[in-house]
């Protein structure tokens, strides 16, 4: 079976200028990203059958990005070229303080509709993840991703989640952001969470009051990521930290979206009644395997770079 992942395909544009600001550096070094398009790329990596669902710009960049998804063996006749926007661009340097100086100009990424989503085909499609973080944005993109996520929960699709919160990006709307990550909780049946986001959706000011409300108000299966501590799996009412395997981490970049590419792969081959009976015992392992492929994915420079690496013997 299918899954289907919707949001950005995009272009970093990484400052290699150590601690310069964006108007200061000179040199950029060029990335296929977005979280989606991350997650899709190591869903095929891992030997799943995934389709990307997201909107370029017909340019140079726009068509690196349908090549890159290509070469990883994603299905993307449903990556549109659009002639009117370009290839969205995330300009980001990293300073000295540990801040980030961001620039972030949005092209055709966010001008897909949601009547270009309600043509796509589900019937083979078994999951369908929600894993943007411009899906929440004003905008079509916003009413196409709400919209297929009416459509999932009418079929009664697996609906995983992944807020992917970018401060830059919503700094202006936190709240409409936390709104919005809430409709997705009470809807999903799994959702992957940093500890920042877990506590900025649920307003607490630690991982254990956060990961309360989470089981309080949502049915899901959830994971808090912890980076080199492991991941937190809330799972019927109790929690459990998975550790993660040791490495020496190159770069973190496209760790997280490993993580749910895995489990999304593991979970991809059974049907819905079947992900809904299993057991504690089955969520840490595929939660472990989650983890090994996040972590494999951090000794690598770049994601995409790193998801070449990926193949399901590293759950062995």
Not at 156 to 171: A, E, G, Q, V
Not at 188 to 201: G, H, N, P, T, V
Request: with cysteine; glycine share 10%.
């Amino acid at each position: 079976m299918k899954i289907l992942c919707i949001g950005e395909a995009l272009i970093d544009m990484i400052c290699t200028d150590k601690g310069q600001t964006l108007s200061a550096g000179e040199h950029f070094l060029k990335k296929p990203g977005g979280a989606p398009t991350n997650v899709a790329a190591a869903i095929a990596a891992l030997g799943g059958e995934v389709e990307l669902v997201a909107k370029v710009g017909n340019d140079s960049f726009g068509k690196q990005l349908i090549q890159v998804m290509d070469s990883f063996g994603v299905s993307t006749k449903w990556m549109i070229s659009d002639e009117h926007h370009f290839t969205t661009f995330a300009f980001v340097s990293l300073m000295e303080d540990g801040e980030r100086d961001f620039v972030f100009n949005r092209g055709a990424d966010g001008e897909l509709t949601r009547e270009e989503v309600d043509a796509i085909d589900l019937t083979d499609v078994s999951i369908i993840h929600f894993g943007s973080a411009t899906g929440f944005l004003p905008g079509p993109l916003q009413a196409a991703y709400q919209g297929l996520l009416q459509k999932a929960l009418q079929k009664n699709i697996f609906i995983s989640f992944d807020p992917n919160y970018r401060h830059l990006l919503f700094k202006n709307d936190i709240q409409g952001f936390i709104d919005q990550s809430w409709n997705f909780l009470h809807a999903c049946q799994f959702c992957k969470l940093s500890d920042e986001e877990a506590m900025l959706i649920t307003g607490t000011n630690t991982v254990t009051d956060a990961t309360a409300q989470l089981l309080d108000k949502t049915k899901a299966v959830f994971t808090i990521t912890l980076g080199k501590e492991g991941t937190l799996l809330g799972f019927e009412g109790a929690t459990t930290i998975i550790p993660s395997i040791p490495i020496k981490p190159v770069d973190t970049t496209g760790a997280g979206d490993a993580f749910v590419g895995a489990v999304l792969y593991q979970l991809s081959d059974k049907s819905l009644p079947t992900i809904q009976a299993l057991s504690l015992i089955d969520w840490k392992y595929i939660v472990g395997n989650g983890n090994k492929a996040g972590a494999r994915t951090c000794e690598y420079l770049g994601a995409m770079e790193a998801f070449k690496h990926l193949n399901n013997q590293i759950f062995q």
